[in-house]
């Protein structure tokens, strides 16, 4: 396997833009979540998974109130500084203040992301003020060379 670059990263995160959303799933251009896109960039760029995720509803967060999202990116990505996010880094969002993470992105520039989200296929949309007042947890991949 090449290098992981961070060009690399954006690169296959950018191929599955249009891919349908399908909770659960991660297969490019079938269907994804958001955890499916994170999981098919690894496969593409790093390998084999680390960890299969358990089955998950999509209320998981709510009915558990663990940090089960940023617990696995611990065990699989390594920490950056919330302020300090490049492009390729993995980004873990709350949906308000006191909930826990459970949305995942991948940062393309220090204004965009790349998200599968409910209704609508894998988009490249601008980290707003909306999404940076989210931002709870900052990975990067391991091994990216720079």
Partial sequence: MPPITRDAI????RAWIGTPYRHQASVKGVGCDCLGLVRGVWRA?????PELPPPYAADWAEARGEEALAEAALRHLVPVP??????G???LFRWRAGYVAKHVAI???DSTMIHAHDGAAVCEVRLAPWWRRRLAYVFAFPGVTD
Wanted: hydrophobic letters at 45%.
């Fill in 89 to 91: 880094d993995v980004l």
């Fill in 82 to 87: 919330v302020d300090q996010f490049e492009a």
């Fill in 45 to 49: 760029r790093i390998g084999d998974e």
């Fill in 107 to 109: 940062a393309t520039r």
């Fill in 10 to 13: 954006v690169t296959e995160a």
